[in-house]
Nanobody, 123 residues
């Protein structure tokens, strides 16, 4: 049974936007911190953005600052990643995960993971 379910991926041109969604199938799969990761073919998985559910503090990796926005809808147990001004380097499988805090996020030691949604950006 899926714990976190991502959606919203697709194929776009450089400069376009996508909004990814991550829905927890049950509340128990949410944690203090919800985050997005990505992994491109042949590359290591990297932490992209995270949000603390209690106070909406956010964290972004430098390469997406100013272009990506993470947000939450607690009533729907859903976290979003708005991705604007997409670049070919943003192409990857994007994963949602839930964990304890930003330390867990940066260490990629999250408790629950989704199966991913594919984002492809062409030039």
């Amino acid at each position: 049974q899926a714990q976190l379910v991502e959606s919203g991926g697709g194929s776009v041109q450089a400069g376009e936007s996508l909004r990814l969604s991550c829905a927890a199938t049950e509340y128990k799969y949410t944690r203090n911190c919800m985050g997005w990761f990505r992994q491109a073919p042949g590359k290591e998985r990297e932490a992209v953005a995270a949000i603390m559910i209690a106070d909406s503090r956010t964290f972004y990796r430098d390469s997406v600052k100013g272009r990506f926005t993470i947000s939450q809808d607690n009533a729907k147990n859903t976290v979003y990643l708005q991705m604007d001004s997409l670049k070919p380097d943003d192409s990857a499988m994007y994963y949602c995960a839930s964990g304890e805090d930003f330390i867990a996020f940066l260490g990629q030691s999250m408790d629950y993971w989704g199966k991913g949604t594919l984002v492809t950006v062409s030039s």
